[in-house]
Structures are given as structure tokens and as C-alpha cells.
């Protein structure tokens, strides 16, 4: 379990560093010594200027603030833009968060805090501490909206010259469809350095939108424009074809544009089927995780646990409990509540195995009864220990966000970590059933009792490890599901149905077939959901399957030879 | 022991036991409730009637789930389907029964339907404002669903805990089916605010009494029925086919069309149950087909003893008067309580509280053991 813990880890961790690094951190240094920021339209005298009198030129700009002309602000966004100074970047964000404030006593721009109902005012570029104001005697910078867009393209430009592609990327897609000159001029000068294909490829379609949108291109220009932008899925995109559809002149241009709106459509036709089985699969991985446990205490036990759902939320709990003790640790605690989790919902299935479920072999009707009754007494006890409200559990930063793929189709990273993990669960108990110890005693005792005892197998011990086994992977879905769903007493419930038809399903006692069906069933429901609603789509499932019962009443792989006669 | 006609069924000593106990109890809580004025200590309250009335709904559908579960061995976890639908369809009939006393007075529709801005009443909701229609729906409803249901499921040979699953689906989606307000039975709320029945206020005593006493009536008609049932030819087959399927079906028998015959007479059973708790409850909705009922009705059952039909009602009694109180007391231990009855009973008392007092019983008369009730009836099927 380590290892598989560690690979999943190092995967997060490779994906986590591309999205949480902050744009704005290496797009300082960039600024200051790349020669690639070079292309960008400034004042010749900015490149060789020695620092100190950059310096100088950004403290005039800063001052210009004291103006409430707006004109006379935009002018000095303007400057401190070009003045590469490495300040410049986080000048302009506190500008945008209100933190530059204009000092009335000294008459000077500051940097401000909110502190003991006055101001703590620090030096803008230095940063020392230079005092404080009363609360009155320091206002913000005041800007308005066009001013606080102009601020955001600034940035823009300058991430345009990020070492990371990624932020490039990203930087050059905020900038689509901005026709202001200055921007134009720096996506041209990117376009002329910039190696990377991607980036490469968004900077184009940015520039050619600026054609279309030009009202003095020529036709020609106009018809490249167009083929080089068919197919971008780019919002913008398509609103300029839209337009230049309905007002374009030349008939060779409307031809084009309409071709290239049909292209458009098509692809986005083709991602959005790709974001429904995305959403599908990631359905059917939280289905997987919640039916897997109970595919091998049904399956391979032909044992009924109704309480299953309730070892899932059991693990949910876990994983609170657990950030509850490391307050700090939101990044880290899930390396924690996993092996937690799977030990507790472990321990919690062993107990019920070894004072109820052992009674009642042979007797699937009534272990399910008295399973269900333990699930009834876990719920209350979780709902008198943890309160029946739902609790919340952070989720940690490198699991929040979405790998962007195009403007139309995107992977969150909870959902695609969710589907790696269930894989990862799958396999690696697909590795403990074939090649361990236990794995070998738990399937000669599924396939027939007698004869594993008479060849020495303790079954009893087995039965109980088996079902430990079971209920810990409920545990660790629970887990997962935490990171997805609301923690509640009844997060089990919602799950146990599902559960048990992702089993049937499958087939008993064949954990491909519980693979094969949670995948289908997940993937079948977001097929229906946009059509009929979730309810409907849901109910219609729950009919397919019964009907699905009826024609095939062992499931989708029925087991085969001695044991399935039982 | 067996009875093959319907007069045994009704006048041997267990049915004589029974239904005197039944009337008894229902005559003495009436007769307190209409005669003794509300000052004297004696009297009983209209809750109480009501809440008698509504354990003698749930006793009947436990009848209907021991005649599955105990003489045909099909573990049904949807029959709260069943008894929703029966009580969906009284329901209907009392909204319509409201007429333009709703709150917005609409001489047609529903309050809810006017709520959703809906301009005429659904065609399925034609007819029952007539009483006679509606209680046919009553029977039919269930008894058609739980007959397309067994053909498709028994033609097919799912058995056991496929079955059971599969029932729990069932009643599952008609759960989310009904909470939808498309479907045009007032969603969430469910239907509730009736008036009054065959004429009859729902807030007279003299009603809730009348009500009282058609569910007692009931409860004694199908006790009868089912010990009837069970003591024919066809009710000795069915507990065959609980006992050892292939070895009946290899005899010749059609084991399918027994189990579909049971099964439906119990969802017909269910199904009037439901439209008799309705009235005395006032009020129905998609909470009833929660599979969480359905479990809860095995409990009593498996409570009161499989396969004794008075088991079952007695199950459903105490377990019900049992919820009463402690949800009265302590409420949040109903739950633990409610649990430990399942694995209690499922482990230590497999016959349940019937079986209990018959090996007390047995071991008085006579104390060598003979087979036990345990290894007798779990022959593996």
C-alpha cells in the first residue's frame, strides 16, 4: 500500500506544481534580467538605464497617482508597466487590492495596511516600514473599471514573458479577442521569439481575431485570418466570425467564415462528448471506489453488508477528524486519513464480522437484515458523536483547479485524481486477491469451503481478514467521496443502492465485471442526465437494471462452474 | 394442523384467539372513545384511536410481507412500494373529495396543481373522485405493478438476495419518480389537507372509530384469507417451493407461477393497507416508498416470528408501539434501539418472539429436545 500511495503522490505532485505556481512570482524576475521581455514596446532608455535611476523613474510614475484624473493614473499603470522594475508587478496588484494608498500628511504614495483601526504604511519599493497613518489621514488609490482592466492586460503582457509555458499559455488566452493596440504590439513581439507550439498557437489566433476585427485589413488578409482560426474553440472566435458573417461584403468571406463556424461546432460537439464521458468516468471511479469493497464481501463472501455504506462514512469521517488534529496540515493530512481511514473502517468491518456476520453464514437474507441494523446504529452514533449537520473537509490546493485542455473543455483535478485513485484501488487489489497469501486463501475459501479447510486453511480467519479488507476499502472511497460530497451521517445511504447495483450489475464475484459496470452505469447516467434531468436519469438506470436482471439474473460476467451453483 | 377450508380458517383456536383479541381490543377503545365523556379518566383520546388504527395498518402490511416472506421465502424489501401506491390512490381520492374548499378554491383541481400553474387535471387523475373507482385502483395499482414485476423477475429465475435488491430498486426509483412534481402527485409535499371521506368529516371521532373498525375488518379478512390460503393445496405448494425450489419445480410444478400468484395477493394486501392508513394518518407522501420502510417492515415481521401471520401483526405492534414511546422519551436512541432489534433478532431469535414462546412452550410439555425449530426450517433451499 505504501508504494501505491507514494505513485499516487508523485503524480499529484508533478500536476499540483503546474497550477499552483502563482503567476505573478516569476513573472518579476522575467521582467528584470530576460533579454525575451526585450520585444515588448518600451522606452529605449528602460533596458540600459542602471537601476537605481529605474528607480527613480518608477517613483515618479507612483506620484502621478496623487491626480484623481484618471487619464493622468492610466498614464502611470502605463509607465510602471514598462519600467521593468521588479516592483512594478506587485505595485500594480496592490493598486488593484486597494493596498497603495495616497499618504495626505507626507503627500506621498504608500503601501497600506489595515491596522488598529489606522494604517501601517511601508515604503513601495523598499518596503520598510515608514511609519503610520490614521485612518483618515491615507485613502486608496482610487481606479475604476477601465483602469482596472487596463491593469489586468499589463499583467497579461508581462506574463506573456513567464519561463513557464503554462503561464504564457494562459497569459496569451486572456489576452484573445483584446484588440488595444499596446496589447496587439506585444503579442506580436511574443509571436516572433515564442518556441513553444501552444502558446505559439493561442498568440496566433489573438493576432488574427486583431485582423478581422481591423476594420482596414485587406480581403485577403481577412481569408487567411479566417482559415487560421477555424476549428479554435476560442469563444472569441467565434463571435468575430458571427460578426464578419453578418456584415462582411465579399461573398468569398462569408463563405469562409460560415465553413469555419460548421468546424467550430463540430469540435465543440466532439468535447462536450468528451466532457460528459470525463464526467461519466469520474462518476463511475466514485461508484467503482464505493462498490469495490462490497464486490468482495458480496462477491467473493456472498455476504450482504448493508452497513457498507456506513464503513464509507466512516472513512469520510476519518479524513475529518484527521484535519481536525493537523489544522495546518490541509496539503498533506490526506497522506494521513488514507492508511487512517482504511484501518478504522477496517477495525469497525472486523468487529461487525466477528460479533454478527459469523453467526449468520449461509444465511444471506439475514445477514442482510442484521447489517442493515448495524448500519442504523453506526449512523446514529456518528449523528450523536459528530452532530447530524454536515461537516466540511478542505480540500487541499493541489486538488482544486482544472487542467484547461481548450477554452470549451477542461479536467477538474479532484475529479481526474478521483479516477486515477479508483484505478490505482482497483489494481492494487486485483495485485493482493491474485499474488498474496491471503489473496489465494480468500478465493479457495469463495470457491469452496470444505475443501480449503480440509487443505488447511483457517477460514474463519479468513472470513474475518477478507471482510477487514472489504470494509477498509470502503474506508479509504471514503476518502475520496469527502473530497467530492458533503460529510454527513447519511453519506452512506445515498451510496449503498448504487453500490449494490454496480455489483449485481457486474456480475457477483468478478471485479472486471464491477469495474466494466460502474464505468457504464456512470458514464450512461451523464449520457441521460442532460436529456431528462438527473432524477429521471437516475430512475431510468435503476429500471435499466432491473429489466437488465431480469434478462441476464447473474449480471453482466456471471460467475461460472461450482461456485456459482452454491 | 393444516386447514383446508375456509370455515377451519376461521373458527379454529388460533383464529378464535386472534380475532377475539383483535375486536375485543378495537370494541373497548371505541366504545371508550364514543361513550365516555372526555373528562373521566377513562376515556381515550382520538389519538390514540388513530394511532391504533395506523399499528393495524402496519399489522395488515406485515401480514402481506409474512405471506411472502415466511411461506414463499422471497425477502421483499420494496413492499412500502406497494402500500405507498395503495395509499397514493385513497389519496386521490380524498384530494378530489376537497373540491373548491382548497386554498385556492379551484372547483377541479388540486391545490398543488393550481400551485404549478397546471390548467387541467391529468388523465390519470380522472375517476377517482368516485369512491368505488378509487378503491379498485386501490387493489389494482399495487396488484398489477407487483404482477408485471414477479413475471419479469420469477419467469427469470431471480431469487434470493438478487431479488431483494432488486425489489429495494424498485421501491428506490418510484421514490424519486414521486418526489418529481412533474409526475403530477404533488412531489415533495405528497398529498395531504383531506376533508372528508364518503361524506364523513376525517375530524369526527365517529369517523376516526368507523375508520378504526374498517382496518380491524380488514386485518381480520385478510388474517382469514391468508391462514385460508396457506392451508390449500396451492398455499402447501408455495411453502414447498420456499422449502426446496428445484426439487419442486423438477416434481413438475410451475414454481414461477406460485411464487408470481403469492406474491401478488401480498401486494394487493399491501396496497389496502395503505389506502386505510392514509385517511387516518392525513397525509401521504414519497417519504412512504423510502427503502428505509420497507426495511423496517421486515423488521417487524421477523420480530414477531415468520410464517405464524400473527407473528407478523404482532411484530408490527409492538415494534410500532415501541417507536411511539421512545421517540416520545429519548428520540435519538430510537435509532440504536431499532438496530439492535435487527441484529438481536436475526441472530439470537431467528424464529422471533413467536418462536420464542413456542420452545418455552414445547420445552415445559416436553423436556427432551426434539428437532429444533432452527435446523427445521433453514433446510437449504
Known sequence: MPRVLLLIFILLGVAG?????????????????????????????????????????????????????FDVKAEAIEEIARSGHERGEALLQALLDRELLHDLAGDRIVLGEQADGGWALRDPISEEDVGSAEARAARPVIIN??????????????????PNPLNRREAAQRLVGNTDLVVLDALRARQAEEANPLVKGVIDTALNIAVLRDP???????????????????????????????????????????????????????????????????????????????????????VINMAHGELIMLGAYTTFVVQQIFPDGHEWSLLIALPAAFLVSAIVGIIIERCVIRFLYGRPLETLLATFGVSLILQQAVRLIFSPLNRTVVTPDWMSGALQINPIFSLTYNR???????????????????KTRLGLQVRAVSQNRGTARAMGIRSERVNALTFGLGSGIAGIAGVALAQLTNVGPNLGQSYIIDSFMVVVFGGVGNLWGTLTAAFSLGIANKIIEPMAGAVLAKIM?????????????????????????? | MRHSDLTTALTDRTAKTFLGILFGAVLIVALLNLLVPAESGLHVSSYTVSLLGKYLCYALLALALDLVWGYCGILSLGHGAFFALGGYAMGMYL?????????????????????????????????????????????????????????????????????????????????????????????????????????????????????????????????????????????????????????????????EHYKLWIF??????????????????????????????????????????????????????????????????????????????????????????????????????????????????????
Open chain 2, 264 to 381: 401478488t395477493v401480498s401486494a394487493i394486501l399491501a396496497g389496502i393497507a395503505g389506502a386505510l392508513y392514509v385517511p387516518q394518518v392525513g397525509i401521504i407522501n414519497p417519504g412512504e416508498f423510502s427503502p428505509l420502510n420497507s426495511i423496517e417492515l421486515v423488521v417487524w415481521v421477523a420480530v414477531g416470528g415468520r410464517a405464524t401471520l400473527y407473528g407478523a401483526v404482532i411484530g408490527a405492534i409492538l415494534v410500532n408501539y415501541g417507536k411511539t414511546v421512545f421517540t416520545g422519551v429519548m428520540p435519538e436512541a430510537w435509532l440504536f434501539a431499532l438496530g439492535g432489534l435487527f441484529v438481536a433478532v436475526t441472530v439470537f431469535l431467528p424464529q422471533g418472539l413467536v418462536g420464542l414462546a413456542k420452545s418455552l412452550l414445547k420445552r415445559k410439555r416436553q423436556p427432551e429436545p426434539t428437532l429444533s425449530d432452527k435446523e427445521a426450517d433453514h433446510e437449504p433451499a
Open chain 2, 95 to 255: 384530494m378530489r373529495q376537497i373540491g373548491d374548499r382548497g386554498v385556492y378554491g379551484h372547483p377541479e383541481l388540486p391545490d398543488f396543481m393550481v400551485f404549478l400553474n397546471w390548467e387541467e387535471l391529468p388523465w390519470y387523475w380522472h375517476g377517482f373522485d368516485s369512491f368505488g373507482f378509487a378503491m379498485i385502483m386501490v387493489a389494482l395499482v399495487p396488484g398489477v405493478l407487483a404482477f408485471v414485476f414477479g413475471w419479469l423477475a420469477f419467469r427469470s429465475r431471480v431469487t434470493g438476495v438478487y431479488l431483494s435488491i432488486i425489489t429495494q430498486a424498485l421501491t428506490y426509483a418510484l421514490m424519486l419518480a414521486f418526489f418529481r412534481n412533474e409526475l403530477g402527485f404533488g412531489g415533495n409535499n405528497g398529498l395531504t389537507d383531506f376533508k372528508d371521506i364518503l361524506g364523513f368529516s376525517l375530524r369526527e371521532d365517529s369517523t376516526r372509530v368507523a375508520l378504526l373498525i374498517a382496518s380491524a375488518l380488514a386485518l381480520a379478512g385478510a388474517f382469514v384469507l391468508s391462514r385460508w390460503i396457506t392451508g390449500t393445496r396451492l398455499g402447501r405448494t408455495v411453502m414447498a417451493v420456499r422449502d426446496a425450489e428445484s426439487r419442486a419445480r423438477f416434481l413438475g410444478y410451475r414454481t
Open chain 1, 216 to 302: 482596414a485589413s485587406q480581403l485577403n488578409e481577412r481569408l487567411n485570418a479566417i482559415d487560421a482560426v477555424a476549428g479554435s474553440l476560442e469563444p472569441a472566435v467565434r463571435n468575430v466570425l458571427r460578426d464578419r458573417l453578418a456584415q462582411s461584403d465579399a461573398a468569398a468571406e462569408r463563405n469562409a467564415a460560415e465553413r469555419a463556424l460548421k468546424k467550430i461546432d463540430l469540435r465543440t460537439e466532439r468535447y462536450e462528448t468528451a466532457d460528459t464521458i470525463f464526467f461519466g468516468l469520474s462518476l463511475g471511479s466514485v461508484l467503482l471506489l464505493a462498490a469495490i469493497g462490497l464486490a468482495i464481501t458480496f462477491g467473493v463472501m456472498g
Open chain 1, 17 to 69: 506544481t503546474a497550477v499552483a505556481q502563482p503567476a505573478a512570482e516569476p513573472a518579476g524576475d522575467a521582467g528584470q534580467s530576460t533579454p525575451s521581455s526585450e520585444g515588448e514596446p518600451r522606452p529605449p532608455e528602460a533596458a540600459i538605464t542602471p537601476e537605481v535611476s529605474k528607480e527613480d523613474a518608477l517613483r515618479a510614475s507612483l506620484a502621478q497617482f496623487k491626480s484623481r484624473d
Open chain 1, 541 to 566: 438506470v435503476l429500471v435499466f437494471i432491473i429489466l437488465f436482471i431480469q434478462r441476464k439474473p447473474r449480471g453482466l460476467f456471471p460467475q461460472r462452474g461450482r461456485a456459482a451453483e452454491e
Open chain 1, 416 to 434: 481526474l485524481y478521483i479516477i486515477v485513485f479508483a484505478l490505482i484501488v482497483f489494481f492494487a487489489l486485483q495485485l493482493v486477491l491474485k
Open chain 1, 145 to 162: 473599471n477601465r483602469l482596472r482592466q487596463q491593469i489586468r492586460d499589463l499583467k497579461s503582457v508581462t506574463a506573456l514573458a513567464n
